[in-house]
């Protein structure tokens, strides 16, 4: 579920605070969760880290699709759907207020970073070969760009 469905579907996240709900919640379950380090999932975890890596870059590269530009692309015109009535719509695209459910964590860029970079303390051994071996050489790059940019010392 996680390589076919989760991964792919990571880089289809447009919304600036989705996005961040995203790098959050998959640094988390990347970085923190003992049974991604289990043979079933240590397989695909490189795999994760690069599509993780591929949605900060798309964040900071500002593609950002409001939510406006997102209605017009995926629904079909109303007005020209026989028996269509506004009504109806209205509450279909009614616009919700949206909460942010991390307000402690200002840059999401830097969170990951942090818990990339806490985990290769932890476990250099398993960590380390994972990120030199299975990873393309811009994404161990741009990994190191994030530790600089957090602060952080870079890997050795």
């Given at each position: 579920?996680?390589?076919?469905?989760f991964?792919?579907?990571?880089?289809?996240?447009?919304?600036?605070?989705?996005?961040k709900i995203?790098?959050?919640?998959f640094s988390?379950?990347?970085?923190?969760?003992?049974?991604?380090f289990?043979a079933?999932?240590?397989?695909?975890?490189p795999?994760a880290?690069?599509?993780?890596?591929?949605?900060?870059?798309?964040?900071?590269?500002?593609?950002?699709?409001?939510?406006?530009e997102?209605?017009?692309?995926?629904f079909?015109?109303?007005?020209e759907?026989?028996?269509?009535q506004?009504v109806?719509?209205q509450?279909?695209?009614?616009?919700?207020p949206?909460s942010?459910?991390?307000?402690?964590?200002t840059?999401?860029?830097?969170f990951f970073?942090?818990a990339?970079?806490n985990?290769v303390k932890?476990q250099p051994?398993?960590?380390?070969?994972l990120?030199?071996?299975?990873?393309a050489?811009?994404?161990?790059?741009?990994?190191?760009?994030y530790?600089?940019?957090?602060g952080?010392?870079?890997l050795?």
């Amino acid at each position: 579920f996680t390589k076919e469905v989760f991964v792919p579907d990571l880089q289809k996240v447009t919304n600036e605070l989705e996005r961040k709900i995203c790098i959050v919640g998959f640094s988390t379950v990347l970085c923190k969760t003992q049974k991604m380090f289990t043979a079933e999932y240590l397989q695909i975890w490189p795999l994760a880290l690069q599509s993780l890596v591929s949605l900060i870059d798309m964040w900071e590269a500002g593609s950002d699709n409001d939510d406006e530009e997102d209605y017009d692309d995926l629904f079909i015109d109303m007005d020209e759907t026989p028996g269509y009535q506004t009504v109806y719509s209205q509450l279909l695209f009614a616009d919700t207020p949206r909460s942010d459910p991390f307000p402690e964590v200002t840059d999401a860029k830097s969170f990951f970073a942090s818990a990339l970079y806490n985990l290769v303390k932890q476990q250099p051994q398993t960590i380390l070969p994972l990120l030199s071996s299975q990873l393309a050489q811009d994404t161990q790059l741009r990994i190191q760009s994030y530790f600089t940019y957090a602060g952080l010392a870079a890997l050795a």
